[in-house]
């Protein structure tokens, strides 16, 4: 008898940190303590530690999309969860090789800001993102200064003004199938953490106690990869949402036993199993 069986394929294609907080590094970190097997296509390179970022080196969008279609054709993923592109060029290949390959969920993660600070998608990118990347995805997951730049206005400043957020978001996406919003309230002050997840028809408010620490670094990639691992096995996308902020809350409660670098250190990915 084989003991052989179907583990959920959950891929993510993003940006590399060094540091392992956030990016590709980060993002296999999560999708294995989910019980996916990650995959990694690698769509920018920086330089960069707990401290902030020193430098960007883009990937050639042709070697972007070779890496993508030898992926599908032997390894083709359930979940995909999109991070760092950083340039338009990438940015409108993956569009076009996920376009061919139909991906079963895709998890879009607007990343344009690095925790230090730094850009990390350029001016002209986010065009290309409205445009080719969002008529594909299952889920957007910005956080309010994401979404401001998304919407081309101000950041939110209250869990009111986040609803109509969540609203004129979705409202950007295809109106045919299920599409989600997650949006992330964490920069917002208070004792809670708020989000809230919105399909143009239900608004759910997913609310955890705010942990107090300095190492939050790579929180979002963290998120958007639980996702992309989680949505192939959960029965629906509300369950989804609240595993994966659930896994994100105790990986965070967790992050000062691990020690890491002097600045905003990683989350504890492997807190369930260490």
Not at 4 to 18: F, Q, Y
Not at 54 to 59: A, D, K, N, R
Not at 98 to 118: E, F, I, R, T, Y
Request: proline residues 7%; contains cysteine; hydrophobic residues 45%.
């Amino acid at each position: 008898m084989s003991d052989v069986r179907s583990i959920p394929k959950a891929l993510t294609i993003a940006g590399v940190d060094p540091s392992g907080g956030a990016g590709v590094l980060a993002d296999v970190k999560a999708m294995s303590a989910l019980g996916a097997y990650a995959c990694g296509v690698i769509a920018a390179l920086t330089a960069q530690n707990t401290q902030g970022v020193t430098g960007v080196l883009p990937i050639d969008p042709a070697f972007v999309a070779q890496q993508i279609d030898t992926l599908f054709a032997d390894v083709p993923a359930d979940g995909v969860k999109i991070g760092m592109l950083g340039s338009r060029p990438v940015t409108e290949t993956v569009a076009d090789r996920l376009a061919h390959w139909k991906p079963p969920h895709v998890v879009l993660d607007p990343v344009m800001v690095a925790k230090s600070g730094d850009s990390l998608l350029a001016r002209d990118a986010v065009g290309a993102l409205r445009e080719a990347l969002l008529p594909q995805i299952t889920m957007l997951t910005p956080n309010l200064p994401e979404a401001g730049v998304l919407l081309e206005q101000r950041p939110v400043e209250t869990v009111k003004e986040m609803r109509r957020v969540a609203e004129r978001l979705r409202e950007q996406l295809p109106h045919q199938g299920r599409r989600w919003v997650f949006l992330k309230g964490g920069h917002l002050p208070g004792d809670v953490a708020i989000d809230l997840l919105h399909d143009g028809d239900k608004m759910i408010e997913l609310a955890a106690p705010r942990i107090e620490t300095k190492n939050t670094h790579g929180t979002g990639c963290t998120l958007s990869a639980a996702l992309a691992a989680l949505l192939p096995q959960c029965a629906d996308v509300p369950e989804a949402a609240r595993r994966a902020k659930a896994y994100l809350t105790e990986a965070i409660r967790h992050a000062d036993r691990l020690g890491v670098g002097s600045g905003h250190g990683p989350v504890h990915h492997f807190h369930g199993w260490w």
